[in-house]
């Protein structure tokens, strides 16, 4: 008799416990449903169900794929408050909340130097680090050699991104890990090969060139007393600030000269931040080329 009364009891107090947590989830759909931070879509055979406010409604083909503004704004439909769409490259260490660069950030311009770097062109990729660090810049430096800690004596080499796959070139690099989504928190994106030579050259200068004239794609010129020059497009004047000429020799695009009008070597281009989001989505994936 005791122990069929202790059984009731024990069974009593599950179906409470139950009841309880039944409710409370109840409460807890009902306060969601009514705030409405949630537009969900649910597909069933071709068609959709669209749960708002409790109510199902069933829609069909393209309706299925069109959402609110608002729902579009989040990520997955995640609620508001808590979605970080965007990311940078800056390196974070366990032991500080921000990064040195972070906080020069708020006085200078964000920029970005990505560089395919061989261990062959050590030196070069040293005097240009030199260059840009000291001006705020963010730098990655592509190993397509795939050699990453023979770069480890240099005072600057912990202060930079390495990314090494062997036997790739700078766009297939750039596709992979340039999306603007990554980047976009950077206001130009230099992009440069590893061989340039710097001695000569201010990024500061240059930057305040680009947006006083509002460039959006540009790339330094050449001096063509220390460079050897393919294209006449990529050679530096002597008067003013800046060029857009372009040698319109071969209508026909041509092997022998420039492919087409307007065509740039691409050794040193820099884009900013609008014009990166459009260039990125030319870059070929089975090319690797822009």
């Known amino acids: 008799m005791r122990l069929r009364l202790h059984l009731l009891v024990l069974c009593l107090i599950i179906l409470f416990v139950v009841y309880s947590m039944a409710s409370y989830q109840h409460r807890q759909t009902a306060l969601e449903a009514k705030s409405r931070p949630f537009d969900t879509m649910i597909e069933s055979d071709g068609a959709a169900v669209k749960v708002s406010d409790g109510a199902a409604v069933k829609v069909s083909g393209r309706a299925a794929v069109k959402v609110s503004e608002r729902a579009a704004g989040r990520i997955g439909f995640l609620p508001h408050g808590i979605v970080e769409p965007y990311s940078d490259m800056e390196l974070k260490p366990l032991w500080l909340t921000s990064s040195v660069q972070s906080q020069k950030s708020n006085q200078n311009d964000r920029c970005l130097i990505a560089i395919p770097a061989g261990i062959n062109q050590k030196k070069s990729v040293d005097a240009i680090m030199k260059k840009f660090l000291p001006e705020n810049f963010t730098a990655i430096l592509f190993h397509y050699d795939g050699k990453v800690n023979e770069w480890n004596d240099l005072p600057w080499s912990k202060s930079v991104i390495h990314i090494a ?78 060029h857009r ?35 990125w989505h030319l870059i070929q994936v089975s090319l690797d080329v822009i």
């Open 165 to 242: 796959a062997s036997n790739q070139t700078k766009w297939w690099f750039a596709k992979r890990f340039l999306h603007p989504a990554v980047v976009s928190m950077y206001d130009y994106i230099f992009l440069w090969d590893e061989d340039l030579e710097v001695d000569n050259f201010n990024p500061r200068r240059y930057l305040n060139i680009v947006k006083s004239e509002r460039l959006v794609i540009s790339q330094p010129g050449l001096d063509p007393k220390l460079s050897e020059i393919h294209h006449p497009i990529t050679v530096r004047k002597k008067t003013g600030n800046f």
């Open 245 to 279: 000429r372009v040698s319109r020799a071969n209508k026909d695009c041509s092997r022998e000269g420039p492919p087409c009008s307007g065509w740039v070597e691409g050794m040193a281009p820099v884009f900013s931040k609008s014009a990166w989001k459009c260039a």
